[in-house]
């Protein structure tokens, strides 16, 4: 049985961190890909981790690269590269200068791995996945943005501190743009099948959901010389998985929405099945009066960030 190739497109923290979780996971062979101007860096760290394969009793093929052509004929393409988030830098600020590099990045993907799904992490997140996708020529299914299993995560690891349980028992559900404009769905936020409304007082689940949205701001602050990467990297790796797998997991991914939700020709966060094909099906949920203006100020502002990227 041919094992799943997953190239990962920059080998800095989250990148690395991506390979690190799949390999553990034995998701497939692994391409680490970094630019030449840091010959060996790439190979460098694919090979720390390949070595580390006898301990964990994983089985992949993990090699590091500075050119595309070990990638060839991926089945998925996980896009970490770009610039990182400075103090005091928001995710809008990086937008001209990703662009270019996510621009490249996607073009190689679709010369390289013409049926590969991909994966896109680089910020500003629901602005670069529309880069991705327009320079890659992929069909829409097959171009995600991952936020929203990000975005979940902090708000259950939160919620979970907040009523004195395992995360595990937390289910949430996120929509909208990455970061600071999404939208958290109270009602459809559970612990243990409980409504989270009454396990939380209303004023101290704003502040939850005020910090979960700060998230990354949070960690960037704490760390002051880079950013998020461990819950970052998880989250892509288990989008990789779904797909890898066919898993036809239920996550909430920056998917391309024409009809759906009326928004009409961008990537933003929603509820997706995902599998072997990519986004395999947009799930559309029933908002209220509130939860929809909300929704709608987030895809305003998504597509406020898309006018200003030039492809």
Not at 55 to 72: C, K, L, Q
Not at 152 to 168: D, I, K, N, P, Y
Not at 223 to 231: E, N, R, V
Not at 236 to 253: F, G, N, S, Y
Request: hydrophobic share 45%; proline share 4%; glycine share 10%.
């Amino acid at each position: 049985m041919r094992r799943a190739k997953i190239s990962i497109i920059g080998a800095g923290n989250v990148g690395a961190t991506a390979a690190h979780w799949a390999a553990s996971k034995e998701l497939g062979d692994i391409v680490l890909v970094d630019i030449p101007a840091v010959e060996g860096m790439p190979q460098g760290k694919a090979l720390d981790l390949y070595e580390s394969s006898p301990i964990e009793g994983f089985d992949s093929r993990i090699i590091g690269a500075t050119s595309y052509e070990p990638t060839a004929n991926s089945d998925v393409v996980i896009v970490t590269a770009g610039v990182a988030r400075k103090p005091g830098m928001s995710r809008d600020d990086l937008i001209n200068i990703n662009t270019g590099i996510v621009k490249t990045v996607a073009e190689n993907v679709a010369r390289h791995s013409p049926n590969a799904v991909m994966i896109v992490v680089s910020n500003p997140l629901d602005a670069m996945v529309y880069v991705a996708w327009k320079a890659s020529g992929f069909p829409t299914k097959r171009v995600i943005g991952q936020a929203g299993v990000l975005d979940t995560a902090r708000f259950r690891s939160f919620l979970a501190q907040e009523v004195g349980c395992s995360v595990e028992d937390v289910q949430a559900l996120l929509l909208g743009g990455h970061g600071d404009d999404m939208v958290p769905l109270a009602r459809y936020t559970f612990a243990g099948g409980i409504p989270i409304t009454q396990l939380v007082k209303k004023d101290r689940l704003e502040e939850i959901i005020k910090r979960a949205r700060n998230g990354g701001a949070e960690i960037v602050q704490l760390l002051k010389t880079g950013s998020a990467y461990y819950a970052p990297a998880a989250a892509t790796v288990q989008m990789a998985e779904a797909v890898v797998r066919d898993k036809k997991r239920i996550l909430p991914c920056a998917a391309y929405c024409d009809k759906e939700y009326g928004i009409g020709g961008y990537f933003v966060g929603v509820p997706v099945v995902l599998g072997t094909d990519g986004v395999e099906r947009i799930i559309e949920v029933e908002l209220d009066a509130e939860e929809r203006k909300m929704f709608q100020n987030s895809v305003d502002h998504v597509k406020e960030l898309v006018k200003s990227v030039k492809v």
